[in-house]
């Protein structure tokens, strides 16, 4: 079983830019897809990004596309997400996974999940 930390998340401003990153440990990262999912306010979880086991293939929701990029670095055990022009209706709480398919994200194949880390994007 694969540990996973978050980390980057904080406040800040619309148009403004924030780097995500989700550390793992405890298991082969590098035979995994990873992603990330989302929970804003009042909402269900989301899926966001994924990325394949090689780091060749990503596949992003239609709401980030363009705005967001995910990558990965199997040397560090690190998975990223770029967030660029934020908005704020990107306001949730974002979660790195493992174990899912990259190009058919359902959460329920995702066995690994870290403990979130908050993003606000104010007005």
């Known amino acids: 079983q694969v540990q996973l930390v978050e980390s980057g998340g904080g406040l800040v401003q619309a148009g403004g830019s924030l780097r995500l990153s989700c550390a793992a440990s405890g298991g082969a990262f590098s035979s995994s897809d990873w992603g990330w999912f989302r929970r804003a306010p009042g909402k269900e979880r989301e899926f966001v990004a994924t990325?394949?086991?090689?780091?060749?293939?990503?596949y992003y929701a239609d709401s980030v596309r363009g705005r967001f990029t995910i990558s990965r670095d199997n040397a560090k055990n690190t998975v990223y997400l770029q967030m660029n022009s934020l908005k704020p209706e990107d306001t949730a709480v974002y979660y790195c996974a493992a174990g899912g398919r990259w190009y058919n994200p359902l959460p329920a194949e995702f066995g690994s999940w870290g403990q979130g880390t908050q993003v606000t994007v104010s007005s």
């Open positions: 990325i394949s086991r090689g780091g060749v293939n990503t």
